[in-house]
Structure formats: structure tokens, C-alpha cells
């Protein structure tokens, strides 16, 4: 059986000690819940001063992004290395990464296998546009940008891959429970066919996109969802809670 996870993508909002208090908060309200993995994703600059302050706890911590290359020339950036030891999970190929800072496919699979090669379990994101949807085609589409973003990979059995469909991310228009469901079966059955039935049913699926604490437990009832990428929502520790306390306990 798979845990269900539970990921808060905070994206670049809070300070330091904005995001330390923020972090203790969700610690606090969801101490009791151990059945469900839970990760916060803050900025860069918080990772270091709240993994000290949740030191002891089950709430873990992710970065949104990562540069494949250990060190080099390349202002700005944060590498993998870095991060080896400061964090479990890192999110790749957002579709804010893909479409404001133009990332491809190939440079998310260089994060992907570089992630894998440094302990750290990436949570590859994919999803359809508009227009994709649109077209009638989007569970074609959205299997080829995962496969070409997964190009390379050799550990299929620590995959997450979260669908966020582009329409629904901060958008207050969430997917269906049947449209994600419908989705994420394909992304199932595509990975078993690709990599066998064990990394399919090890693959742990998130939906994202508007998920709320009212309309979370509808996600994870469903058979292929595992459990939530959470933006906008992620960065109220009540409401973020809430979210975690629906994905307990669903048969
Ligand atoms: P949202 O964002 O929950 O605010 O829609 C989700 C995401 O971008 O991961």
C-alpha cells in the first residue's frame, strides 16, 4: 500500500521568519497524523533555518527546484549538492519553471535523474493546457511530456509525479475527481507498461491544481491518487492541515 503524501509548494512567498512560523504551525496542528506523509516546499533561503526548527518532527521539507550540475557558473542557481542532506523531496518541472523560465523536457529529466543520483525523491510535474484539453488529446500529450521528462531515469520504484493541469492551477476551477482519476489510471497503466507492474504500483500520484480542504477527500478517494500538490492553499497552516487530516483514512 501506498502512504498517502501531502505537499505544500509555498512558491516564492514568506520571509525567513514568516516561513519558520508557518512551518511550526503546520508541525503543530498536524503532529497527530502519522498515516500520511507530509512535506512543505518553501523558498530556498527558509530550507536551512526550518529544518533546524522542525528538528524531531514527521513534517519534512522540500525545495521547488534544483540545478542538475554539482557547482559551476551559473548565477543564480541552486544545486543538487546543495541540497543533498537539507531535503527529502524536490519538486521538477513545474509548469511555472516550464513555461516562465522555459524549461524542456530534457532539462526537467537532467533534474529528475540528478535528483535520484543524490538521495532526494523528485516530484515530476506534468499537465495539459487549455487548449490541450481542448483538443481532445490531452492523455496522449500529458503521457509524452512524462515519458520525455522522465528520459534516462533508471529508479522507477521513488517516481511521484503530480498531474496539475495548467487550467486549473490558481485558478479556483479544480479538475474533477473523474477527469484527475481519468488521467492519473493512464499515467498508471503507462508506467507499468513501460517500467512493470512493480514501479507501477510503487508510483506514488498526486493531483494538483485548486485543491482545498473542501475539495480535497474527493481526490483521494480515487483509486490512482495518492494524495496532493497544494499551492495556494499550502500557505495557511489551518487550511493546509485540513487538507493532510482528508487524506487519512481513505480505503
Ligand atoms: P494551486 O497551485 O494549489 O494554488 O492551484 C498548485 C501548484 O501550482 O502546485
Known amino acids: 500500500m501506498r502512504m498517502p503524501l501531502v505537499v ?49 518532527t514527521k513534517l519534512h521539507v522540500g525545495a521547488q527546484n534544483l540545478h542538475p550540475e554539482p557547482s559551476g557558473a551559473f548565477t543564480g542557481e541552486v544545486s543538487v549538492h546543495m541540497l543533498s542532506g537539507l531535503v527529502e523531496f524536490a519538486i521538477v518541472g513545474h509548469s511555472e519553471r516550464r513555461n516562465i523560465f522555459g524549461e524542456s523536457d530534457d532539462t526537467v529529466a537532467s533534474k529528475v535523474i540528478a535528483a535520484a543520483a543524490h538521495k532526494i525523491r ?47 492551477i490558481g485558478t479556483d476551477k479544480a479538475a474533477s475527481p473523474e477527469i484527475a482519476q481519468e488521467m492519473m489510471g493512464s499515467i498508471r497503466k503507462a508506467i507499468v507498461s513501460k517500467a ?44 493546509f492541515s485540513e487538507i493532510i487530516k482528508r487524506a487519512e483514512h481513505v480505503d
Not at 506523509?37 to 523558498?43: D, F, G, L, N, S
Open 122 to 168: 523528485p516530484i515530476v510535474c506534468v499537465g495539459e493546457s487549455t487548449n490541450q484539453r481542448d483538443s481532445g488529446n490531452a492523455i496522449d500529450l500529458v503521457k509524452q511530456q512524462l515519458f520525455a521528462s522522465l528520459n534516462g531515469c533508471q529508479d522507477w520504484t521513488r517516481l511521484i509525479v503530480a498531474y496539475e493541469p495548467l487550467w486549473a
Open 8 to 56: 505544500g509548494n509555498w512558491k516564492m512567498n514568506t520571509n525567513v521568519e514568516q516561513a519558520v512560523g508557518l512551518a511550526k504551525e503546520v508541525s503543530d496542528l498536524t503532529h497527530a497524523i502519522d498515516q500520511v506523509t507530509k512535506v512543505i516546499c518553501p523558498p530556498y533561503v527558509s530550507l536551512e533555518p526550518i529544518k533546524k526548527a522542525l528538528a524531531g
Open 196 to 239: 512493470g507492474s512493480r514501479a507501477g504500483e510503487a508510483l506514488t500520484l498526486l493531483y494538483g491544481g485548486s485543491v482545498k480542504s473542501g475539495n480535497a477527500r474527493s481526490f483521494f478517494e480515487q483509486q490512482d491518487i495518492d494524495g496532493a500538490l497544494v499551492g495556494g492553499s499550502s500557505l495557511s497552516a489551518v487550511e
